[in-house]
């Protein structure tokens, strides 16, 4: 052959492995660009979710579903999954102080767009549903209450001073007495939507009867954004404010309320909010005959102005209600309305003090100490039903002595001031006062003791007191 019949052939031959070469290079820098986009979607997604801004990239970074994925790419990107994504679902930390507390009522209270509460300020314990953006959480706690009454106190579960009998057989008798029915079990899901945090909570205790151990729902609610639905706290009621009792009942003078109900809530910028609600209407009449029955045409409702800063919480409330009955041969209906103005401030470096003020006619069942009392409205002789007047607060301070030492003084009073409408045994004023020592060596690990006061007085003048000593000792799922 000849030499330049030799050189074409080389030549030729050559020309694949020129081709392969050239294929392989393009291949190489397609795979490096590919990396380098999933690199740059991964910077975008750690910052949205420091930011708190969501788990989800930008759609024009996300990776095309008929690209394969680089191994280590793929290793980063499960690991980033695997942080924490409660940020996604909630919006800021709460500006409240922290606060440490037993029964937590906070916990469960519904606040715009679902922010934390002071006492989970970092919502830990939530784990994702694989390939959503849901995470859930089961939390709660078990809690043994051993509880000594010097005399006749009423309910020997929960220290409510207008149950305190006036009089009457076996008055001075002592009661010792144990019981967990405070121990609650919590369900929690939230997940973030294109219209604001959704979130579901569900809680129960076991006070559902006075002998056994009966469930008893507590809440059962969605809040999306900032509408919320379903049953829990009224909206009249400040949960923040509650002082921190071994005692389950608390205050007499505190809102305090369970009930099914929608509200909504408008933020107005640097920690206010204005809330306006409708709940079911219940009303709790005194002086009703056997032929008579309440009859509800409203709802009750309820507009909120909350103020929140770093050194706490100021909350003013208003309720509207319309109150009626039905009888034989008689009926009437009248309005009943009112307000409390509740909240916080931080004494010191992490001391609390809690108030809350109440006052108006027809809201016994929004009080702590009268829920389920029928002291709303009483029907009078002439078959008037008239609202009964109501006024009352409370106060609490909590002094940390240490990290895990802490104590609790609380005092409170209510009044209803109407002998014209009521009974001579009917209630007419309650006092409540505890003091207590509360030891957390664990933050699921607490303890304490706790010397509690009450007094009832009725309408006549007659009046009757006890004195509790109680102990406790709990067990949190998630703290």
């Not at 002082?243 to 909504?264: E, K, M, N, R």
Request: without cysteine; proline residues 6%.
């Amino acid at each position: 052959m000849k030499p330049r019949n030799i050189a074409v052939a080389l030549s030729l031959a050559a020309v694949p492995g020129w081709a392969s070469a050239q294929d392989s290079v393009a291949s190489l820098r397609q795979e490096i660009t590919q990396v380098q986009s999933h690199l740059q979607a991964l910077t975008e997604r750690l910052n949205a979710l420091e930011r708190g801004q969501g788990s989800t990239p930008p759609a024009a970074a996300q990776t095309p579903a008929s690209t394969p994925q680089h191994p280590a790419l793929a290793q980063d990107t499960a690991s980033t999954h695997s942080l924490p994504p409660t940020r996604s679902a909630a919006s800021s930390p709460s500006v409240l102080p922290y606060r440490d507390s037993v029964a937590d009522p906070s916990i469960a209270a519904s606040r715009p767009d679902n922010a934390p509460s002071p006492t989970d300020p970092e919502l830990k314990g939530f784990f994702a549903i694989p390939g959503t953006e849901t995470m859930i959480r089961l939390g709660g706690y078990a809690k043994l209450d051993a509880i000594a009454d010097n005399r006749a106190a009423g309910d020997t579960e929960q220290f409510i001073p207008s149950s305190i009998p006036v009089g009457g057989p076996h008055h001075d008798v002592s009661h010792f007495g144990m019981h967990a029915k405070q121990t609650r079990f919590s369900f929690e899901a939230r997940r973030p939507t294109t219209h604001g945090n959704l979130r579901f909570y569900m809680e129960n205790d076991f006070f559902g009867s006075s002998d056994s151990y009966q469930y008893r729902l507590r809440h059962a609610y969605g809040q999306l954004g900032n509408t919320y639905a379903g049953y829990g706290y009224s909206t009249f009621m400040d949960a923040d404010s509650l002082p921190d009792t071994l005692d389950f009942a608390g205050p007499g003078a505190a809102g305090y309320l369970l009930v099914a109900g929608i509200h909504h809530s408008f933020a107005l910028g640097k920690g206010n909010s204005l809330t306006i609600a409708a709940e079911d209407p219940d009303s709790q009449l005194a002086n009703i005959g056997d032929s008579d029955i309440s009859t509800e045409r409203l709802p009750d409702v309820s507009l909120i102005a909350r103020m929140e800063r770093s050194w706490g919480h100021l909350q003013l409330g208003a309720v509207a209600r319309s109150l009626g009955y039905d009888g034989d041969g008689r009926s009437d209906r009248t309005f009943g309305g009112g307000a409390q103005l509740s909240g916080s401030y931080t004494v010191a470096e992490r001391d609390l003090l809690l108030f809350g003020l109440v006052g108006g006619k027809g809201i016994g069942r929004y009080t702590a100490d009268l829920t389920g009392s029928g002291l709303d409205a009483a029907i009078d002789a002439n078959g008037k039903l008239k609202a009964l007047p109501l006024y009352g607060g409370f106060f609490g301070y909590t002094h940390y002595w240490s990290e895990m030492w802490r104590s609790n003084l609380i005092y409170g009073e209510l009044h209803v001031d109407d002998a014209n409408a009521l009974a001579s045994d009917a209630f007419r004023r309650s006092r409540y006062g505890a003091l207590n020592l509360i030891w957390s060596p664990a933050p699921s690990w607490t303890m304490g003791m706790e010397v509690l006061y009450g007094q009832q007085e009725l309408q006549d003048g007659r009046s009757a007191d006890a004195l509790r000593l109680q102990g406790s000792l709990q067990y949190s799922f998630i703290k």
